[in-house]
């Protein structure tokens, strides 16, 4: 196989084949964030040829973002039992469906059923829990940059696809441009199957970082169904206090970014004047800082306690979204606002990962931050859902940032309730010995 060479190959340089890993995953990431980014520059097209409200739009936008969320810890059990290749492609195939199935829609409710259910399920069964299983599976060290890497690509699928899947859509159409992200989905298929592999023992490796000499014990055998894993996970974990902090926490970062500016900062600047291309170039722009951005947060995440890096990272968002209205809309202003907003837009995932693992145990990270995650998307689908509703009946946006900028105050300061030194629950340790190792 391709990937036995790979490793074989890059074995004899001194790297670690998780790298590539990272970056298989990368590109998934990245082309998935163009699919579910897409939507925010198909708004207008949408109802100017069909006549939908941005309500009816939102809706079915918010009802992808909640199933993104909820099948976070179901996907977790997923990758868990039948590998992480065999999972990923499914999604990708599930996704690419209902894309072709959408160039010929008419109604509203086709939307709601392909982008909003039959999307949110697909880029679901993946979402962030891949690449927080990957940093805990694949690499004993340096976890924190890995899940920065990784979720920077959401950073980069925004620099690389907005501007240009703004700029077909205003010269060919929207089907042309979505059936671009058929395309390069394709493309990103094709690279799981030849390179993703489920465990460093599946190469007669060990994760980076560990230095061990004991022989590598086999895979564990998961023997519960995958919803009974999933609710098991649920119920242990919502009996600690830190799990609902970081819920709580995640559930305004999904209603700051994804469901709030990712949908709607194209169709507001539209009310003020800015055409489109340029809306989406502003995405790009914070898509650059939080690139950068969400490495270092990585990178600081290894370092620092992560409940101050949180602290900031809200804090300095909410001050961002506040500022926005008062920003005229000028080139000066908005890019003001794009450096700021963007240096830790998607920032706050790597310290939380990382509090999640300190909390419940690398064993089950990534069950448990798939429903921190299952929290962060309800978030995403409330703002989603409630800023169209905006729009629709107050004629403005405005209300939505200012109320998404005071709970990233809020946010930021109940976040430092978390005890400095968290330890794992008994109750938690027991059941990842009864379920094995994610």
Avoid at 21 to 48: D, E, H, N, R, Y
Avoid at 351 to 373: D, M
Wanted: glycine letters at 10%; a positive charge; aromatic letters at 12%.
């Amino acid at each position: 196989m391709i990937s036995n060479w790979l490793a074989a190959s890059l074995s004899r340089r001194n790297i670690h084949y998780g790298w590539v890993m990272v970056g298989v995953t990368f590109l998934a990431a990245l082309i998935s964030a163009g699919t579910v980014g897409a939507p925010g520059v198909f708004i207008v097209p949408l109802q100017k040829e069909f006549g939908w409200s941005t309500a009816e739009i939102s809706s079915a936008l918010s009802i992808r973002f909640i199933l993104f969320g909820l099948m976070a810890p179901f996907a977790a059990a997923l990758l868990n039992r039948y590998g992480l290749r065999n999972v990923t492609l499914t999604a990708q195939l599930i996704v690419v469906s209902a894309l072709v199935a959408s160039l010929g829609m008419t109604e509203v409710w086709q939307l709601v059923l392909l982008w909003g259910v039959v999307i949110g399920i697909g880029t679901g069964m993946t979402a962030l829990v891949l690449g927080a299983t990957i940093a805990t599976r694949w690499f004993a060290a340096s976890r924190g940059l890995v899940v920065g890497i990784m979720t920077a690509s959401v950073a980069t699928g925004q620099l690389v696809f907005l501007p240009l899947l703004a700029s077909l859509t205003e010269r060919f159409g929207w089907r042309l441009a979505l059936g671009f992200v058929c395309i390069m989905l394709g493309v990103s298929a094709l690279a799981v199957l030849l390179a993703m592999r489920d465990r460093p023992s599946d190469l007669g490796l060990r994760p980076f970082g560990d230095k061990g000499t004991e022989p590598l014990p086999a895979p564990p055998v998961s023997h519960g169904s995958i919803t009974a894993v999933a609710l098991g996970t649920l119920r242990d974990a919502s009996k600690s206090r830190a799990f609902w902090i970081l819920f709580a926490t995640f559930f305004v970062c999904g209603a700051s970014t994804n469901g709030l500016v990712q949908v709607h900062l194209i169709p507001m600047c539209l009310d003020f004047g800015i055409p489109q291309v340029q809306a989406a170039s502003l995405l790009a722009a914070m898509g650059i800082f939080d690139f950068f951005g969400t490495i270092m947060s990585g990178w600081l995440s290894d370092r620092y306690d992560n409940r101050w890096l949180l602290f900031w990272y809200y804090g300095l968002r909410g001050l961002s979204l506040i500022f926005l209205p008062f920003s005229d809309f000028s080139f000066y202003g908005l890019s003001i606002f794009a450096m700021f907003y963007g240096l830790d837009w998607i920032a706050t995932v790597p310290p939380t990962v990382r509090l999640t693992a300190q909390k419940f145990g690398p064993e089950r990270a990534n069950l448990v931050f798939g429903w921190i995650f299952a929290g962060h998307q309800l978030g995403a689908g409330t703002a989603a859902f409630g800023a169209g509703l905006s729009r629709t009946l107050l004629q403005s946006y405005l209300p939505a940032f200012f109320i998404a900028g005071a709970l990233c105050v809020f946010a930021s300061l109940i976040v430092l309730a978390l005890s400095r030194q968290p330890k794992p629950q008994p109750a938690m340790a027991q059941a990842a010995r009864a379920t094995g190792p994610a």
